[in-house]
């Protein structure tokens, strides 16, 4: 691919690829900035150690047109973009260096903001910030929204709502038992939003069993929980499955031991292949597309980025609204013939084409 990046670049319709180096520090690092349509690229940084040049590019590019899908279907006027730095987080990492890397996002001019991803902490974001002002996911002392998980776990549960109401017309979780995988940040707030709103029995697996311990004493007493081992998850009979640690977790493996009418969970890529779409669809099960469901922290945090300032109300206003595009993602599915995951995508490029054919005369 790098004899001919522009012409992957046009494949994906990408407009601009920012390739920093500084000596000093050792920042070698990639900005993709894949379209900005419907307003300034947003998307985190990640740090990895790549061995190829060739992979970091190809990881920002594709990250970065992910995160304007998302944004599009999300219904959020923001565009998408991503930054890869080239290392390993465990060993190469120094305040020169994100300070660096802040000045060439600062260069940029505020076409292109970052934020958390893999490989990278809130102490870096704090690093990049000192160098400039496009950052997202900021602790509430530099003018960031805060712990962003329970908002991200708000869009989970929202995603379940829309599917009850796609296959029962009823979205109340009352009554419902549903499987969690993980019990982390989000999986423990998508706990506790189901004990609030009275789901008869929830299964809970984590690798870590002191998070299990926490959600059995924190929620025991109001709703029953049950506790299984982590790959018991798959075999849970249950109404809706909830994963909420780790990507791939839908594949030929486990989608024909799930024993679930709908999937929706905050982990990003959660099918391993496209065609496990396709999958669940053949049997049956309703999948809202993880992009869409994991949405509401991001909706959260990008509000000060969309409107100048934060403002809580208006943000959690937004979060809700993502009930009714997956509601819409649906409807496009049944009426296209599409798995869901292709009508988000359809819907993300219908709004996408819509806005570029504005003109101002
Ligand atoms: P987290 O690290 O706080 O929690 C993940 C949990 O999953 C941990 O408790 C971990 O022990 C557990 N886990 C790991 N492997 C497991 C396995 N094989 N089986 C069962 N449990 C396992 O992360 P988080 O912030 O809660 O995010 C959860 C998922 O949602 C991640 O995929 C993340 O990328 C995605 N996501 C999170 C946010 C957010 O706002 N935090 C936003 C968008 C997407």
Known sequence: MLNNITGYMEEYDHENLVVCQHKSTGLKAFIAIHDTTLGPAVGGCRMWPYEKEEEAVEDALRLGRGMTYKYAAAGVNLGGGKAVIMGDPAKDKSEALFRALGRFIDRLGGTYYTGLDAGTVLQDMEYIRQETEYVVTLPVYLGGAGPISPYT??????????????????????????????????????????????????????????????????????????????????????????????????????????????????????????????????????????????????????????????????????????????????????????????????????????????KIL
């Open 153 to 358: 776990a708000r869009s989970t549960i929202l995603g379940m709502k829309a599917s009850l109401q796609e296959l029962i017309g009823d979205s109340s979780l009352r009554g419902k038992k549903i499987a969690v995988q993980g019990a982390g940040d989000v999986g423990y707030n998508v706990i506790k939003y189901l004990v609030e709103e009275e789901a008869s029995e929830i299964t809970v697996t984590d690798i870590d069993v002191q998070r299990v311990r926490k959600v059995a004493d924190d929620f025991g007493a109001k709703t029953k929980i049950k506790a299984v081992e982590p790959e018991k998850i798959y075999d849970t009979p249950c109404d809706i499955f909830s994963p909420c640690a780790l990507g791939a977790v839908l594949n030929r493996d486990t989608v024909g031991r799930l024993k679930c009418k709908a999937v929706s969970g905050s982990a990003n890529n959660q099918l391993k292949e496209d065609s496990d779409g396709d999958l669940l669809n053949e049997r049956g099960i309703l999948y809202a597309p993880d992009f869409i469901v994991n949405s509401g922290g991001t909706i959260y945090d990008t509000d000060r980025i969309m409107y100048g300032s934060h403002n809580h109300e208006r943000a959690k206003k937004n979060v809700e609204a993502v009930y009714d595009k997956i509601c819409r993602i649906f409807e496009i599915a049944r009426q296209e013939k599409v798995i869901p995951h292709r009508a988000a995508e359809i819907l993300a490029r219908r709004r996408i084409e819509a806005y570029s054919n504005i």
